[in-house]
């Protein structure tokens, strides 16, 4: 199962708004509303940021906001904090296997 | 408060077998898939497998398929996996993470493991 597609990098400025976007296909990102967003400092462990392509956990500032069109998911931070600069990776279910599939990771950086 | 407790991080060398624990508490272990997921040196996260500690039904990806083994022991919450004879390429953090239908939500703080002669 190929990795869904997330551009390497991106970046913003403190206060600004930066959407990731994350491409799959119709047997995984476009076919379910599955996709969840997990956010990771150096040196730590992932954590849950969006699930269920819109979804928010407890404690997740509403700066973060998720959304998908098509095959296409896309995760947006708001009001960029410099606590935000951490790698981003989407996953989503995909019906070819029992775990879904990982992204492969956007470093963001706050300017 | 749900946490997974991850076992400290080990040196092997090639050839050597090792077995990693995560241990769970906060919750009902047997009611939720415990995964393992890889993270290489610089790179991304990849599924490993997944095991149901309540019947023990286990799925392993392609990559490691036969590379690997899950397993878990209710009676103490704690979910394993094990190499019978690590390679340099095994070098990696593993995460474990329980799976709430298809999200991660909770993960553990990873366990180093380095392979090296």
């Known amino acids: 199962q190929s990795a869904l597609t997330q551009p390497p990098s991106a970046s913003g400025s403190p206060g600004q708004s930066v959407t990731i976007s994350c491409t799959g296909t119709?047997?995984?990102?476009?076919?379910?509303?599955?996709v969840s967003w997990y956010q990771q400092h150096p040196g730590k462990a992932p954590k849950l940021m969006i699930y269920e392509v819109s979804m928010r956990p407890s404690g997740v500032p509403d700066r973060f906001s998720g959304s998908k069109s098509g095959n296409t998911a896309s995760l947006t931070v708001s009001g960029l904090q410099a606590e935000d600069e951490a790698d981003y990776y989407c996953?989503?279910?995909?019906?070819?296997?029992?775990?879904?599939?990982f992204g492969g990771g956007t470093k963001l950086t706050v300017l | 408060e749900v946490q997974l407790v991850q076992s400290g991080a080990e040196v092997k060398k090639p050839g050597e077998s090792l077995k990693i624990s995560c241990k769970a508490s906060?919750?009902?272990?047997?009611?939720?898939?415990i995964g393992w997921v890889r993270q290489m040196p610089g790179k991304g996260l990849e599924w490993m497998g997944i095991i149901y500690p309540g019947d023990s039904d286990t799925r392993y990806s392609p990559s490691f398929q036969g590379q690997v083994t899950i397993s878990a022991d209710k009676s103490i919450s704690t979910a394993y996996v094990q190499w019978s004879s690590l390679k340099a390429s095994d070098t990696a953090i593993y995460y474990c993470?329980?799976?709430?239908?298809?999200?991660?939500?909770?993960w553990g703080q990873g366990t180093l493991v380095t392979v090296s002669s």
């Open positions: 906060g919750y009902n272990f047997n009611t939720y898939w």
């Open positions: 119709s047997s995984d990102v476009g076919g379910y509303n599955y």
């Open positions: 996953s989503s279910f995909a019906a070819s296997n029992n775990f879904g599939v």
């Open positions: 993470v329980r799976r709430r239908g298809y999200v991660c939500d909770h």
